[in-house]
Antibody
Framework: EVQLVQSGVEVRKPGESLKISCKGS????????VAWVRQMPGKGLEWMGI????????RYSPSFQGQVTISADKSINTAYLQWSSLKASDTAMYYC??????????WGQGTLVTVSS | DIQMTQSPSSLSASVGDRVTITCRAS??????LNWYQQKPGKAPKLLIY???NLQSGVPSRFSGSGSGTDFTLTINSLQPEDFATYYC??????????FGQGTKLDIK
């Protein structure tokens, strides 16, 4: 069974760093892209970026370039999304999703990130 | 960037109704269009891929059509579990994609 399991709820202060994770199982992790999607409170879905764990090829949507870093550790089938200095506007639910053949077919359960002083 | 515009933004309907949601792309995306359903507090779920292909396990009352810039998602005979928010996604520029703003379907 294909599963993407994300790390738990995070509460941070502005200016702090954070790294959240997404662990894949039940499929060949290195041969599928893993995307990150943001959903701000009460808002729609935003495509942040994507990584191919097999060779770490990483792409960012223009709005997120330079704002976050996407990485992966294929030895433990895990993708990451990280911030070096959080802002209140980073408060959101973050989803990872397996992306294959131009569709996002399996999704993680989401990680809620709250940034507040 | 390819912009995706859904209409309507919200829609009220009754159980048993047939509803149609539209998605328009700012340029031709061929048939590279997917539809997702999201219920409150849950991750999105893939319903339709490549404009008209039903994802495995999705009920046949869901269907998709269109190509180029104009696409539709149709739900026949609405069921109580179908009240949710629906998003289109263009994958023409895969692996970078983009979503429409969403259509919230609620009970009349």
């Amino acid at each position: 069974e294909v599963q993407l399991v994300q790390s738990g709820v995070e509460v941070r202060k502005p200016g702090e760093s954070l790294k959240i994770s997404c662990k894949g199982s039940g499929y060949s992790f290195t041969t599928y892209w893993v995307a990150w999607v943001r959903q701000m409170p009460g808002k729609g879905l935003e495509w942040m970026g994507i990584i191919y764990p097999g060779d770490s090829d990483t792409r960012y949507s223009p709005s997120f370039q330079g704002q976050v870093t996407i990485s992966a550790d294929k030895s433990i089938n895990t993708a990451y999304l990280q911030w070096s200095s959080l802002k209140a506007s980073d408060t959101a639910m973050y989803y990872c999703a397996r992306h294959s053949n131009a569709k996002s077919d399996y999704w993680g359960q989401g990680t809620l990130v709250t940034v507040s002083s | 960037d390819i912009q995706m515009t859904q209409s309507p933004s919200s829609l009220s309907a009754s159980v048993g109704d047939r509803v149609t949601i539209t998605c328009r792309a700012s340029q031709s995306i061929n048939r590279n269009l997917n539809w997702y359903q999201q219920k409150p507090g849950k991750a999105p779920k893939l319903l339709i891929y490549a404009a008209s292909n039903l994802q495995s396990g999705v009920p046949s009352r869901f269907s998709g059509s269109g190509s180029g810039t104009d696409f539709t998602l149709t739900i026949n005979s609405l069921q109580p579990e179908d009240f949710a928010t629906y998003y289109c996604q263009q994958s023409y520029t895969t692996p970078l994609c983009s979503f429409g703003q969403g259509t919230k379907l609620d009970i009349k």
